[in-house]
């Protein structure tokens, strides 16, 4: 079974610009979560999809947006970018059923740069 | 604040010692997850714990839960240099719009 790929794998933005990274988890997971990762904060999680509805959501601006499409494909936005937005952007999917513990796939991640 | 203490942030030990890392929290966790992160690659689960007072050993690795659900730690033996990484612990709590909450991260370097 393929792993969760994400793309583009870097990416270099400069500050105002806006970004779209993509995700696609592991066949048959419905759900995707996403997460930043810097050295300052670690890792932070930003909002989880499933069935193409936002079902969790952590503390990050309005700039930082997603959705999930039908195939449980997921994309997240960053607009007017700031230098801090330079970090790693996980993705992360899993079968999830409700009220379960859930294992959680990563892939490797979206390195963003902002200039 | 993190939620989730760990420590070291950093260790640097020789092949063959053996090692702890600690995950702490005030917060009670209904799981607390392991995970090791290696350059250019995203966190590949270790373990999960659920139960208070639970113990999961992986080979050379060793992993508990505390009995109130608020900490854990992380027992290497013998280490090697392939257990080179970041070691993430990551918290669930019930009723918690957050999906997971990581820790900081430890930093460990075997060296051979």
Not at chain 2, 37 to 55: A, H, K, N, R
Request: hydrophobic share 30%; charged share 15%.
């Amino acid at each position: 079974k393929a792993g969760v790929t994400q793309t583009p794998r870097y990416l270099i933005k400069t500050r105002g610009q806006q970004v779209t990274l993509s995700c696609s988890p592991i066949s048959g997971h419905r759900s995707v979560s996403w997460y930043q990762q810097t050295p300052g904060q670690g890792l932070q999680f930003l909002f989880e999809y499933f069935s193409e509805t936002q079902r969790n959501k952590g503390n990050f601006p309005g700039r930082f947006s997603g959705r999930q499409f039908s195939n449980s494909r997921s994309e997240m936005n960053v607009s007017t970018l700031e230098l801090g937005d330079s970090a790693l952007y996980l993705c992360a999917s899993s079968y999830q059923t409700s009220g379960s513990t859930d294992t959680q796939y990563f892939g490797p991640g979206t390195r963003l740069t902002v200039l | 604040t993190q939620l989730l203490e760990q420590s070291p942030q950093f260790l640097s030990i020789q092949e063959g010692e053996n090692l702890t890392v600690y995950c702490n929290s005030s917060s009670v966790f209904s799981s607390l997850q392991w995970y090791r992160q290696e350059p250019g690659e995203g966190p590949v689960l270790l373990v999960t714990v659920v139960t208070g007072g639970e113990v999961k050993k992986l080979k050379r690795l060793t992993f508990q839960f505390g009995d109130a659900r608020k900490d854990s730690s992380l027992h290497i033996t013998a280490a090697q240099p392939g257990d080179t990484g970041l070691y993430l612990c990551a918290g669930e709590r019930s009723g918690s719009s957050y999906k997971l909450i990581f820790g900081s991260g430890t930093r460990l370097l075997v060296r051979p």
